[in-house]
């Protein structure tokens, strides 16, 4: 699959999770073990809305993923201190894919904008 469209379904389930996380924050935050948490389900559901349209639609995508990631370190850690360890592991693994995603869509970007001379191989 292509990473511009890897970016896309990103954004999709961001979109999403960020609908629901607003809506019902206190069912989505019992639903995804975040604990007695209904702000904090709230605000990542917020940042999910915001994240959402640059994602499924803004370029530079990588730049959208990075933002992400973080978003990401964020709920791993809070996962963490609730002492939820598989959902940290799961929010470790996202944390990866996203952000390996953004290293290869940033690093497209850069090859592409070389002059072609001057682009790499390797």
Do not use: C, K
Request: glycine share 8%.
């Amino acid at each position: 699959m292509n990473p511009d469209r890897l970016a896309n379904a990103v954004g999709a389930v961001t979109l999403a999770m960020g609908v629901a996380l607003t809506a019902a924050p206190r069912r989505s935050a019992e639903v995804l073990r975040l604990g007695e948490h209904p702000r904090f389900a709230r605000a990542v559901g917020a940042a999910d809305l915001a994240l959402a349209p640059g994602l499924l639609r803004r370029r530079p995508h990588w730049a959208w993923l990075a933002v992400r990631t973080g978003l990401n370190l964020v709920i791993a850690n809070h996962y963490r201190r609730e002492n939820q360890a598989a959902p940290a592991a799961g929010m470790a693994a996202l944390t990866v894919v996203d952000g390996t995603l953004a290293a290869v869509l940033r690093r497209q970007q850069t090859q592409n904008s070389l002059p072609s001379g001057s682009r790499s191989t390797a």
